[in-house]
């Protein structure tokens, strides 16, 4: 049940008088900042640590004060206490006084609100900035997914909503993940800048106190101290980034959107509006609504004017901290939600669209070959704005029949050019027109093959292993200046790395039918990729990006078979008293060889050497791992694990892996639950004396 706290206004001794209650309506902030509280909670921790090196706190006041916190963070997230005050940060103050006491009216020492309302939203944004990139990237593989699936299927590109060029229905996908990737940087960039230790700054001219402000920094996580105190206190660019970098992606989700919602409609039935993402009409009874991507459409015009509020709220103010900031949260917070409505179901609905190729191959008009027939007079020596008009004319005259171009009388055709022969209208092809398109960045399937190789490699859907676009240097031959219709187009291979010769033999054994398990090698990156790659379309494992999967190489063990990468597993060390077996993968037709057995033994083994407790996994293949020796745990008793990657993953509001253990050392479990709750702070660090305490300069 919720005590009741008595909270007083931190500033009452000095005016003597209660706020107004008109004026307290106004005032508190405690509606919208309570949300900061489990920052509140971690800053508290993290700086107990500073007042001790100050000598303002001893021994037993910073663990009374710690466990405090851990008291008032069970409390608060079982809901069985309600902040009451003026702000998150008196509340939280009144909240730990009314536990631990004395300890907890001191550590306010040497801060004030001020920096401490900085650190705890710079905190909150860099973790905003790492959830939205989570749901971009799961945006974006259920667009490259569509890529794939669309293979050589054309489709009618357009400008102005009128028929333009004939390009790849996945050039199309993939131009949406081309704005996605922007949107990738631009949240890296936001969360780079609120990457910053305001603390310390006090009101606006800094503390007496001295302490270790790079350990108080990577406590919190911060890697980078602001040297200002004036400026850190009203720095609110950092959430600015974050809000235009919202701002761009709503636009481009909007974007994509309207194209879904188009691509529904019965005026082009190219998609097909997916059950379970559609609704219908309350009066309408033959409607199919694609309200998802119609919601999305709409909230882009959200995130934007988030941006605009607090551009204006900052606008003018003088330097240091003035009440206006208390404004800044709201759009914060808004934006945050707004991104967690509207991505997830998105993602969850273009991965459920189904194209019709029979409507897209209807609209590939003759419109669409205009400009081919014009480049083919250009490969005729006519200059380009000539060829230009002639086309034109030609297209002017057949629509004045009613006809196609190569349906008007062959004569009346050659009045306007003796190139307008029917041989020529009747050699245009949009097969031809998208060879002609295979470089990059074109429409054709040369063109597509890298983009979505490389889409697929950072996404960690791929081995990226298509060739990299290149430029022609010098002045090429007139009768080559188009690329011919007749080209090949390069395709990304389903390579898998030939096994290396430089492997290490101690580590190598030979299996049955040729195969072979050893310690991997960077040649083999590419056939892990490859390998694991249906299994994330799957969603049976996490993505791993080809440039995560170099550098954590010499985690894996193989299962090689004539060159090729047959199965996988790697040992990721979470702590300094746990691994995970990861990245554990046999490939569907070598399944029931043992391999999965032969290189969790082979992780095992490096657990062993690394002389690690214990190793955990995660996984729906129970009965495996119980034949490996591991038993299942609840997942909320490795807190190593949920901390450091299932706060990432976006299947954590839906998990239905379970966790299993495997104890190296015997007790090795037992023990680590006996160490508590060490684990909550971002870089966790116990109370412990200082070599020499730091002092409070006089």
């Given amino acids: 049940m919720s005590t009741e706290v008595r909270v007083r206004d931190v500033w009452a ?28 909670l971690a800053l508290s921790r993290a700086y107990s640590q500073s007042l001790y090196e100050c000598g303002v706190l001893d021994v037993r006041a910073g663990e009374a004060l710690l466990n405090a916190c851990e008291a008032l963070e069970d409390d608060l997230a079982a809901g069985n206490t309600i902040l009451r005050g003026e702000d998150v940060h008196s509340a939280v103050e009144a909240e730990l006084e009314a536990r631990c006491g004395d300890p907890a009216r001191r550590l306010h020492t040497g801060r004030s609100r001020n920096d401490q309302v900085a650190t705890l939203l710079r905190l909150r944004v860099m973790d905003l900035c790492d959830h939205a990139l989570e749901m971009i990237h799961e945006l974006e593989r259920a667009l490259v997914a569509q890529a794939r699936r669309a293979g050589q299927q054309p489709m009618a590109a357009q400008t102005h909503l009128q028929p333009a060029q004939p390009v790849l229905l996945a050039h199309a996908w993939l131009a949406h993940v081309a704005a996605l990737e922007r949107d990738e940087a631009r949240f890296m960039t936001a969360r780079e800048a609120a990457d910053l230790l305001p603390l310390g700054s006090g009101a606006i001219a800094g503390t007496p106190l001295r302490y270790d402000r790079g350990a108080l920094a990577a406590r919190l996580g911060f890697t980078r101290l602001a040297d200002n105190s004036l400026d850190a206190v009203s720095d609110r660019d950092f ?246 219709a007749t080209e090949e187009p390069p395709t990304a291979s389903s390579s898998t790395a030939a096994s290396s010769s430089t492997a290490v033999s101690s580590s190598t054994a030979t299996l049955a039918d040729g195969m072979v398990l050893r310690r991997a090698t960077v040649a083999d990156v590419k056939g892990i990729a490859s390998l694991m790659a249906d299994f994330v379309i799957q969603g049976l494992l996490l993505p791993r990006p080809v440039s995560e999967l170099y550098q954590s190489i010499r985690e894996f063990h193989v299962v090689t078979r004539q060159g090729q990468v047959v199965a996988c597993a790697a040992l990721r060390l979470l702590w300094e008293d746990l691994g995970e077996v990861r990245s554990l993968a046999v490939r569907a037709d070598h399944h029931g060889r043992g391999l999965g057995q032969a290189l969790v033994q082979r992780v095992v083994d490096d657990a062993r050497a690394l002389e690690l407790p214990r190793i955990i996994a995660l996984t729906r293949e129970l009965r495996f791992f119980e034949r490996c020796g591991f038993q299942s745990v609840a997942r909320e008793t490795l807190p190593r694990k949920v901390w450091t990657d299932c706060v990432r993953c976006p299947r954590r509001h839906a998990c239905d892996e379970i966790a299993v253990v495997l104890d190296i050392v015997p007790g090795a479990s037992a023990a680590a639950a006996d160490q508590g709750r060490s684990w909550v702070l971002p870089i966790p660090q116990a109370v412990v004396p200082p070599e020499s305490a730091l002092p409070i300069i006089g």
């Fill in 13 to 40: 001794p000095r005016l003597g008088q209660a706020l107004d209650p008109r004026a307290k309506k106004l005032n508190d902030s405690l509606p919208v900042d309570w949300r900061l509280w489990p920052e509140e």
């Fill in 239 to 484: 959430a600015l980034e974050y809000l235009y970098a919202a701002t761009l992606l709503g636009l481009h989700v909007s974007r994509l959107a309207e194209d879904l919602v188009l691509g529904c409609s019965p005026g082009f039935g190219w998609l097909r509006a997916p059950a379970g993402f559609s609704t219908g009409s309350s009066l309408l009874p033959q409607k199919r609504n694609p309200d998802v991507f119609e919601l999305a459409r709409a909230k882009a015009a959200r995130l934007s004017a988030n941006g605009q509020r607090l551009a204006m709220l900052l606008k003018g103010l003088p330097s240091g901290y003035q009440k206006d900031l208390q404004e800044d949260k709201e759009a914060v917070f808004d934006t945050g939600d707004t991104l967690e409505a509207m991505l997830p179901p998105l993602s969850a609905a273009i991965a459920a669209l189904e194209p019709d190729l029979a409507r897209l191959d209807a609209a590939l008009t003759p419109d669409l070959l205009a400009v081919e027939l014009a480049d083919s007079l250009v490969e005729q020596g006519i200059a380009f704005r000539d060829a230009h008009a002639l086309v034109g004319r030609l297209w002017a005259e057949a629509e004045r029949a009613g006809v196609e171009p190569l349906l008007l009388p062959e004569a009346t055709r050659l009045e306007l050019s003796p190139h307008f022969t029917t041989e020529r209208l009747g050699a245009l092809d949009v097969k031809a027109a998208l060879a002609r398109r295979n470089h990059a960045p074109g429409g054709g399937a040369g063109s597509v093959a890298a983009q979505l190789a490389r889409h697929e490699a950072r996404l960690g859907l791929g081995p990226g292993d298509a060739p990299a676009p290149t430029l022609s240097v010098g002045r090429r031959n007139p009768a080559s200046f188009f690329s011919p």
